[in-house]
């Protein structure tokens, strides 16, 4: 597959392209310069005109939560801009009726703002089930699904972990889960902006997404979804201004609840992020999602390729091809076990990131085949 961007519309699109080899994705996309005039244009405008662009922000917000839905196969009232994908997901493990005795069901490994926010229910007398990853790195939706008992509540998973870089069968997690009558919640953070989403297909009740890794946009501004046949499946754990369904009314205090995804939202979203988030979007509707996901999976399988050829360990080589995600991760065995290997790196103009015992490398679409070449000549 040819790349999708000249090297002139690279530099022009993400200027950090200009001083190395930027793999690190998977911890912080660089912001495009699209993305980065939308939220310069909202921080002038306030400048200039302070609240008297009131009818364009609100505009911009409805506008981009529409797009967004669409962007993720989802409803409209199905989504909810929030502060970040943490705070997403504390709506998810919060706002499900909880009983003595409940029990949940997530990876070991997985990402912090789910396993914390779940242990953190062991005060309200629930039972957590963290279920460790296998000895190659993986994580397979069955060894969830084989967690399970009659007191499941909820399982909840990354799509893709920021760890390994495996990608969970998280359809098949959703359809198990729903023969059990058990909830399902997905944190698809290291999946949108990488690959195709679409929610409707993966019939999980919940998710939770932000724009700052794949899709290349501005912290901070999570996203949750949550399906609406599922809807009284959840409460808020606590309402704020915009809870309700005439937030402006501030002389009607016992209101009804927003409808959809709404009533989840506390307080106001920074507007600059839901500025860059909209141009994030159109920039990837532009490039084509399909293209970008498969340019993502081919420089994804030549970096394992490469690494492989050198005489490295990535994580994924006894995985199914499916598994395979966009990071990868490669054991720091003989030589990459240096201490300073990540200070070395930077040096010379290479982005990637070391976690433990592993070295993860994460390129997305803009990336090319030099930059890889850099990393390899680098190591």
């Known amino acids: 597959m040819s790349e999708l961007l000249s090297e002139t519309e690279r530099h022009e699109l993400f200027p950090v392209t200009r001083a190395g080899a930027y793999l690190n994705n998977a911890w912080r996309g660089p912001i495009s310069s699209r993305a980065a005039a939308a939220a310069k244009g909202y921080i002038d405008g306030l400048s200039a005109s302070g609240v008297n662009n009131w ?110 870089g495996y990608r969970m069968d998280v359809h098949a997690l959703a359809r198990e889960c729903g023969k059990r009558n058990v909830l399902c919640a997905i944190d698809a953070v290291q999946a949108i902006g990488a690959m195709p989403v679409d929610m409707e297909k993966v019939g999980c009740q919940f998710a939770t997404f932000a724009s700052r890794k794949f899709l290349n946009g501005l912290d901070s501004i999570g996203v949750l979804y949550v399906r ?25 205090l016992e209101q009804p609840l927003a409808p959809g995804a709404a009533r989840f939202q506390v307080g106001a979203t920074s507007l600059p992020q ?23 999976t081919e420089l994804a399988n030549e970096l394992r390729e490469r690494a492989v050829k050198a005489g ?47 070295l993860r490398v994460s390129p997305h679409w803009y990336n090319t085949s030099r930059d890889l070449e850099r990393l390899f000549a680098a190591l």
């Open 55 to 164: 009818d364009e922000w609100e505009a911009t917000w409805y506008g981009a939560k529409k797009e967004f839905a669409a962007f993720v196969g989802a409803g409209e009232s199905e989504v909810q801009f929030l502060a970040n994908a943490s705070d997403a997901f504390t709506r998810i493990a919060l706002g499900i009726d909880w009983k003595p005795g409940d029990h949940c069901v997530a990876p070991r490994d997985d990402y912090p703002g789910v396993t914390r926010a779940l242990l953190d229910l062991r005060r309200r007398g629930v039972e957590v089930t963290l279920v460790p990853p296998r000895e190659d790195g993986s994580m397979p939706a069955e060894d969830l699904v084989a967690a399970i008992t009659d007191r499941t509540k909820l399982v909840a998973a990354s799509w893709v972990d920021f760890r390994s």
């Open 228 to 252: 609406e046949f599922a809807l009284d499946r959840l409460t808020p754990h606590t309402l704020g201004t915009y809870s309700v369904e005439s937030p402006f009314d501030f002389n009607w």
């Open 274 to 296: 839901v500025y860059a988030l909209r141009e994030a979007m159109n920039l990837q509707n532009d490039i084509g999602r399909e293209k970008i996901g498969a340019r993502v």
């Open 312 to 358: 490295y360990e990535p994580l994924a080589e006894s995985w199914p091809e499916p598994r395979r995600g966009q990071i990868v991760s490669i054991r720091r065995t003989g030589k990459l076990a240096a201490e300073d290997l990540l200070a070395l790196l930077k040096g010379q103009g290479i982005a990637v990131s070391v976690r433990g015992s592993i």
